[in-house]
Nanobody, 125 residues
């Protein structure tokens, strides 16, 4: 049973940047698809970005396209989310997720079978 551990969250002013990291450990196979989700208080969890670890592409929600960049290093078993030009509406708990031994839609949370504990991102105006 593998695990995902996020880090890099924090507080930043609007227009600033943060870089989230997610280290995967204990998996016997590399997850085919990994993603970042977020959930703000009182709101549903939403997909932010996804990446096919085999090099088949990256995917972004319209709300973050052009501002966020997802990347992955197989050798380091690490997923990143570079977040630039942050806005107050980006404030949320951010979760790393992985599809291990399966392949589904990148933006559908129930397609992921492994989740991290989350890291808080707060953007002030």
């Amino acid at each position: 049973q593998g695990q995902l551990v996020e880090s890099g969250g924090g507080s930043v002013q609007a227009g600033g940047s943060l870089r989230l990291s997610c280290v995967a450990s204990g998996y016997t196979i590399t997850p085919a698809l990994m993603g970042w989700f977020r959930q703000a208080p009182g709101k549903k969890r939403e997909a932010v970005a996804g990446i096919a670890t085999g090099g088949y592409g990256t995917f972004y929600a319209d709300s973050v396209k052009g501002r966020f960049t997802i990347s992955h290093d197989v050798a380091k078993n690490t997923l990143w989310l570079q977040m630039d030009s942050l806005k107050p509406e980006d404030t949320a708990m951010y979760y790393c997720a992985a599809q291990v031994g399966t392949w589904g839609s990148w933006y559908v949370d129930y397609e992921y079978n492994s989740w991290g504990q989350g890291t808080q991102v707060t953007v002030s105006s």
